[in-house]
């Protein structure tokens, strides 16, 4: 029996669902679930100070989740060629969620989003998920940033566009880390919860084949525009982390 095109879809959403469900049930393993994601030891961090610290896994990245500013510190992506080839024919969900693993003073509601003028920003981006479980993991709240429309969808999608152009050419694994920066103290913040607003963005892009590592950096505005890319050691001074610890990367 051959299904039509609707009911296939509406059958791979609720699978979708059920699995999600599934998957944000607690645990405390942290990152030793998925150790996949990162090319050597976890970041450091080692002048920023991160508070109520939470390791989250997903199918296709990894969070680590600061319950202060209710938003990443960063997320960690392992691209290949493949995955992205899969991630081609996945359909968007757009069911954002907060995530029930983090304590609910700790985590983004979706009320907090509601009005603000912000868009719920992915770190990790939709795109990038080869699956139909991990495009819904994708939608969890701590995966996101109050991120500035216009920037969301022209300038960020153009740094995200860029990176999975690579990711398709390089001869191996790319590591990506996004996240906010938070320069304003005290910082802006949007919604009942809280949330803060990040006055900047980056996403280091590390090829573990070519040990090579650039970053992009932009201002979390409308008017912001991608510019040249910054190095690694520069990254690490502006964030006090040490996303790469270990690894003497090549520019």
């Known amino acids: 029996m051959t299904l039509a095109p609707l009911a296939v879809r509406s059958l791979r959403a609720a699978v979708a669902a059920f699995l ?23 970041p450091r961090l080692t002048a920023a100070k991160v508070h109520k610290p939470r390791e989250l896994c997903y199918d296709a990245f990894a969070v680590l989740h600061s ?17 992205l080839l899969d991630a081609d024919d996945e359909k968007r ?19 907090d989003y509601k009005g603000s003028g912000y868009d719920r920003g992915h770190m990790a981006p939709a795109a ?17 940033v109050p991120q500035s429309r216009v920037n969301n969808q022209r300038a960020w999608a153009g740094i995200e566009r860029a990176t999975r152009s690579y990711a398709m050419r390089a001869a191996g694994p790319v590591h990506v880390f996004s996240g906010p920066v938070f320069a304003s103290q005290p910082p802006q913040t ?49 964030t006090g982390i040490e996303f790469l610890p270990g690894l003497k990367v090549r520019h």
């Open 20 to 42: 999600l469900a599934a998957s944000t049930t607690p645990h405390a393993a942290g990152f030793a679930d998925c150790r996949q994601f990162f090319p050597g030891e976890p």
């Open 67 to 83: 319950g202060q500013s209710k938003t990443p510190v960063y997320v960690v992506e392992r691209l290949t060629r493949e995955q």
């Open 93 to 111: 969900t757009n069911r954002f969620f907060a995530d029930a693993r983090l304590p609910s003073a700790e985590r983004a509601q979706l009320e």
């Open 128 to 144: 990038d998920m080869p699956t139909a479980r991990a495009m819904a993991q994708s939608f969890s709240l701590a995966n996101m």
């Open 190 to 238: 949007i919604g009942p919860g809280r949330v803060w607003v990040p006055t900047h963005l980056f996403k280091l892009v590390y090829d573990a084949r070519e040990n090579r590592a650039w970053a992009h950096w932009i201002e979390n505005t409308d008017h912001a525009k991608a510019g040249k890319p910054i190095s690694y050691e520069e990254l690490v001074r502006r």
